[in-house]
Structures are given as C-alpha cells and as structure tokens.
C-alpha cells in the first residue's frame, strides 16, 4: 500500500473525553505530524479532567506537543461517565469552538465507541465540524469495541517508544489498572502495523468516514 503524505498539515484539532484518551489514540500520530510540520499549530482539547487527572492531561499534551510552533492545551470538568446528560452544556462549548478553530485536520472518538463519553464527543465532532477532515481514533477497553479501522498511520519506533514512554510516566493514576500498560499499547500498535504492512511494526489505525482527495 502507498501511503499518502502527512505533510501540509497547518492545523490540527484534538479532542478527548478523558485525560489520557488523545494519547492513547493517536499519541504516536501525533509526534509524526509535528515531526513532518514543525510549523502546525495544535489545539488539544480534553473534556474531563479534574484534580490530579487535570494535572496529568496537562503534563501529558506539553510533552507530546514539544515540536508544535503553537499550541493550545485545554482541560474541562464536565462529568465523568455523565456526558450524555451534559450533552447541552458540551454542545455549547463546541459552538464557541468552532468560532475560534479552523482546523485543517481534527482527530476525535470513534463513532461506534461502547464508551458514552467517547460517543458525544465524536457525534459533536462531526455536528460542528462538518466540513473538515476528521479521524476517528480507536481506545481499547474490555467491552471489545475494537472495530476494522480504514485509515493507517506507520509510525517509526521513536515515536512508538516516546507515546509509552509519556503514558506509562505521566498518568500515575492510571497505573493500578490492569489494562493500563506496555503491552496493551505496544499489542495494539504492532496488530495495526500487520494490517498494514508496516516495516517498522508499530502503527496507529483511524476511521476515515469522508476524505476528500
């Protein structure tokens, strides 16, 4: 498969429900894009996060968006587990976004995620941004929601290695469960790689519902 390139990218969106979702999804992706735009300027937006959780959101999204000419990191307190009954206030919030971001490129939940969060967020996505790119990035969890992805980022093993490296190093409250580890990111990155025949063995998979070439 030959790939098309990532470069170009002015702008980029990134939208999480939680603390540790943008990392989880397209941590690597985004190393990548900035690596190919050291020019782009990032707004990281995540939807809950309050106490230490907002403390390691922040800490994270610095360390991942060190390459970005500019960067905007912003952390919410809407409820955790409770998004579809805040589901006014968040549309509220994405309407004064969208005056404020023009993105050339938006990464967001996937549409089919079993969590509810991840599911507001992504159908507000494509609500306010309805004629951008968007990527839908997928977050692994026990209710196997891991569906087949159509859009495939390579990512080299620097990349691969420093998105583990600032999970496993900033998300201490994340360590005691037991899904939160190497393996489960590095097991998920390499199945990806197979998919798409990556030499390096490690890549990120997106949702791609409209692209315009």
């Known amino acids: 498969m030959r790939p098309l390139s990532l470069a170009g990218v002015k702008s980029v969106l990134l939208l999480g429900a939680h603390s540790d979702d943008i990392e989880i999804g397209c941590g690597g992706t985004v190393l990548r894009l900035l690596e190919a735009n050291p020019g782009a300027a990032v707004h990281w937006i995540?939807?809950?996060?309050?106490?230490?959780?907002?403390?390691?959101?922040?800490?994270?999204?610095?360390?991942?968006?060190?390459?970005?000419?500019?960067?905007?990191?912003?952390?919410?307190?809407?409820?955790?587990?409770?998004?579809?009954?805040?589901?006014?206030?968040?549309?509220?919030?994405?309407?004064?976004?969208?005056?404020?971001?023009?993105?050339?490129?938006?990464?967001?939940?996937?549409r089919d995620d079993l969590h509810q969060d991840h599911r507001v967020v992504s159908e507000l996505t494509w609500n306010t941004y309805r004629r951008h790119a968007?990527?839908?990035?997928?977050?692994?969890?026990?209710?196997?929601?891991?569906?087949?992805?159509?859009?495939?980022?390579?990512?080299?093993?620097?990349?691969?290695?420093?998105?583990?490296?600032?999970?496993?190093?900033?998300?201490?409250?994340?360590?005691?469960?037991?899904?939160?580890?190497?393996?489960?990111?590095?097991?998920?990155?390499r199945l990806r790689a197979l998919e798409c025949n990556a030499q390096s063995k490690r890549a990120e998979a997106f949702y791609g519902r409209k692209v315009t070439l």
């Open 46 to 110: 995540v939807f809950s996060g309050q106490t230490d959780r907002r403390q390691e959101a922040e800490a994270s999204a610095e360390r991942f968006l060190a390459g970005a000419m500019s960067r905007t990191i912003e952390v919410h307190q809407f409820g955790d587990g409770f998004f579809p009954s805040e589901q006014a206030r968040i549309k509220t919030y994405f309407e004064e976004l969208k005056g404020k971001v023009d993105p050339d490129l938006v990464f967001t939940h996937y």
């Open 134 to 189: 968007v990527l839908e990035y997928e977050v692994p969890k026990w209710d196997g929601d891991l569906g087949r992805p159509n859009v495939y980022v390579p990512l080299e093993e620097k990349h691969a290695r420093r998105k583990v490296e600032i999970l496993m190093e900033c998300f201490g409250t994340q360590a005691g469960k037991h899904w939160f580890d190497e393996e489960t990111f590095n097991g998920l990155m």
